[in-house]
């Protein structure tokens, strides 16, 4: 009887004019219209067609896909009774994918009900039957949040601690943590809402929760002197410092405390440090430490003292307050990066052997600091400079072999090559050149190393013949993907029913956790035909990792092509070729920003998969006459890839296709270029390349020229 009852409420829904109209023809190509309306989210349109098919009892009746996208379209266009009406009373859906049919039905029937009693039984229901899934996370988060919001805080408590406990990813939310706090407090906990609450301002400054608990005291007048300055560090790392200044003002006029008055001195003068007023933070900051009681503040304010001389371009007073720091406070943790800073200072202002140093005082007062590899080289790489050939030759020796990584080694490898035709030892050069160039795929200064010798080395010959055959024992895995394929295909129905972000969370849950080989190669297949890029690259990358880690580069180029894939090839060839610019240029920068993640974002607010921060979008949308408002409409890879390529185009014609140049220009901006080249202008790239201070864009530059290299030589192959 119930498929009786729904095939009269079905009829009774269609339009008049529908039901006036003659008869159709109800063939599969209407069905693949409305199939293919839906697929792009047109759900209102596809709603009118599987209406329109829904007369004929062919269709309706002997597919549970028609009822659930029939389902889905209601819901969708807000009309939740007569989804809920097909999800309850289509025998069909009785059994089909009960996890999703029921989680629709719960939030139709919430959708529909104000009956709260009714509601969590519904949820308890659902999390009890399925509660290793997902979505019964989702309905925890619901119920948390629709209980927080009708002010029922012991219950919101409950459900936001139960999600708490769930999921190890959300024990680092500062929001959950941020929600439990305000239950507590609502609940008449305030002691303990209070400790949450501090923690959360201790560990989380920079974040979103903690500028809303601020404000949340603030609203109920509770920012008491005791967490005055949690308030300031949230304040100031949020960049509100209007607001801040009158605060620090009048804490200063109203203490008796000379401690915390001081305390509140120095937020004063970092306020107009990043107010740009450096002088005056200068003047304060000096001031203040000469007359200082509270002696924690004394490291402090003297690395600001440093910053504050760099900003106003003198450099070696601030070179000698760094040094000033180090020797002060050689066991504070910014010591060491502090002698190091200062060497810098000195190799920008010419004086190599004021920075000669500074690099040997790294090494000898901080030798299990990090920063003692790149002194090592530094102190060699410096000796080069100031034409001792023999002694850099005997430092970078020492580095060889030594037990530092790799990456360190090749380095010093490759730069004892220049060394030795310094020191006209040209053959010793070229062997040692060579000898780093047979492993080709390793680092920058391998494939460096081969660009430069590739004539002479067999070895990398034979692996491009091999990649050019495609001599891959990869292909039996993948072949058995069929296999997998049905194993997985429950994956591709739900892709279809309910889009790609209930899938992607269906596929990392433990269920689908690959247990071999052919598992992980499966799951990154799925990922590639999903169209989630990022997941198939991690993978691969993985796979190289924990499967072939013991196989030589040169043994394993059947995994190049999966650790340096073509994705968004078409798009990125033809954007790149109205620019006249290569393509494998552009696709070695997105592999680096982003990995091929189109909806990355990171801590810099940078989006999508060229990792355009919304500034530099706004300017380049408007060169461009294009509309741009929303820096979510980044995450569009047609949008993005058209803003990138166009900003890649505009920094090759200033910087005349040096790609170094154009690397460090798009990773740190063309105003640190400016100056990089100032003080670089007589070097050779080799040079430039090492000599950028920030070990950030160094490192960028030397990654995203690998990525070129390789996808070039791929190209050459394929």
């Not at 009785?94 to 709260?116: C, I, V």
């Not at 040997?360 to 102190?379: D, I, L, M, T």
């Not at 990869?474 to 993907?481: A, F, G, V, W």
Request: hydrophobic share 35%; with cysteine; glycine share 2%.
């Amino acid at each position: 009887m119930k498929w009786i009852s729904l095939t009269l409420f079905l009829f009774l829904l269609l339009p008049e004019r529908i039901l006036n109209s003659s008869p159709f023809n109800y063939s599969n190509e209407v069905i693949n219209s409305a199939d293919s309306l839906y697929s792009k989210k047109l759900y209102k349109k596809a709603l009118q067609k599987y209406l329109y098919v829904s007369k004929s009892n062919d269709h309706i009746f002997n597919d549970p896909k028609f009822d659930f996208k029939l389902a889905y379209c209601y819901y969708k266009n807000n009309q939740y009774l007569h989804a809920n009406n097909v999800l309850t009373y289509s025998e069909l859906l009785e059994n089909y994918l009960p996890k999703y049919t029921d989680y629709l039905k719960f939030k139709t029937t919430l959708l529909l009900n104000h009956n709260e009693h009714e509601i969590e039984m519904s949820a308890i229901n659902y999390i009890n039957k399925y509660n290793d899934h997902f979505l019964a996370d989702s309905i925890i988060n619901f119920m948390a949040g629709y209980y927080f919001e009708n002010r029922i805080y012991e219950k919101a408590k409950k459900y936001y601690s139960d999600l708490y406990k769930r999921n190890s990813k959300n024990k680092k939310s500062s929001l959950i943590k941020k929600q439990i706090a305000i239950c507590d407090f609502e609940l008449g906990t305030t002691d303990i809402a209070m400790d949450k609450m501090i923690q959360l301002l201790k560990k989380y400054p920079s974040s979103k929760d903690a500028l809303d608990i601020v404000r949340f005291l603030q609203e109920r007048r509770l920012d008491s002197e005791d967490i005055f300055f949690l308030i300031v560090d949230v304040y100031l790392n949020h960049g509100y410092v209007k607001y801040l200044n009158n605060k620090l003002e009048a804490f200063i006029s109203s203490s008796d405390d000379q401690l915390l008055i001081e305390k509140a001195r120095y937020y004063l003068f970092r306020v107009s440090f990043l107010k740009g007023a450096y002088k005056t933070a200068l003047y304060g900051f000096e001031n203040l430490f000469d007359n200082i009681k509270n002696e924690k503040l004394k490291p402090r304010i003297l690395v600001y003292i440093a910053r504050c001389y760099l900003r106003l371009d003198n450099k070696e007073k601030s070179a000698e307050t760094y040094i000033k720091y180090s020797k002060e406070f050689p066991r504070r943790r910014l010591a060491p990066e502090c002698a190091w800073k200062a060497a810098w200072i000195y190799e920008e202002l010419n004086n190599l052997q004021k920075a000669l140093v500074q690099y040997r005082a790294v090494q000898y007062h901080w030798p299990r600091n990090s920063f003692r590899y790149e002194a090592k080289f530094r102190e060699a790489l410096t000796l080069y400079r100031l034409g001792h050939y023999s002694d850099s030759a005997l430092i970078l020796k020492e580095i060889i072999n030594s037990r530092w990584n790799d990456i360190h080694k090749n380095k010093a490898k490759y730069w004892l090559s220049l060394t030795y035709k310094k020191l006209d030892q040209n053959k010793i050069a070229t062997d040692l050149m060579v000898e780093l160039g047979k492993n080709v795929f390793q680092d920058f200064y391998t494939m460096k190393a081969y660009l430069k010798e590739k004539s002479k080395i067999d070895s990398v010959l034979l692996t491009i013949e091999k990649l050019s055959n495609e001599d891959n024992p990869l292909k039996e895995y993948i072949s058995s993907i069929v296999y997998g394929a049905e194993m997985y295909s429950r994956l591709f129905l739900i892709n279809e029913l309910m889009g790609k972000e209930f899938v992607l969370q269906e596929i990392a849950s433990k269920k689908y956790k690959p247990k071999d080989l052919a598992g992980w190669i499966t799951q990154a297949e799925i990922y590639k035909k999903l169209g989630d890029y990022n997941n198939a690259f991690k993978i691969y990358d993985m796979i190289d990792y924990t499967y072939f880690r013991d196989y030589d580069k040169l043994e394993k180029p059947f995994i190049l092509k999966e650790k340096y894939p073509f994705y968004f090839d078409s798009q990125i060839g033809n954007y790149s070729s109205a620019r006249n610019l290569e393509k494998y240029f552009i696709l070695a920068i997105i592999r680096a920003e982003s990995g091929f993640d189109k909806n990355a974002h990171s801590w810099a607010n940078a989006y999508g998969l060229m990792q355009i921060i919304p500034r530099t979008a706004n300017e380049l949308a408007s060169e461009l006459r294009l509309d741009f408002s929303n820096p979510e409409d980044l995450f569009d890879e047609e949008l993005n890839l058209q803003l990138g390529v166009y900003y890649v185009s505009k920094l090759t014609k200033r910087y005349e296709n040096q790609k170094e140049y154009i690397l460090a220009a798009y990773n740190a901006g063309p105003h640190r270029v400016s100056r990089w080249k100032n003080y670089n202008n007589n070097e050779t790239l080799d040079f430039i390349t090492e000599n950028i201070e920030f070990t950030q864009t160094r490192n960028y530059i030397k990654k995203v020229m690998k990525n070129y290299w390789i996808y070039s030589l791929l190209n050459e192959i394929y």
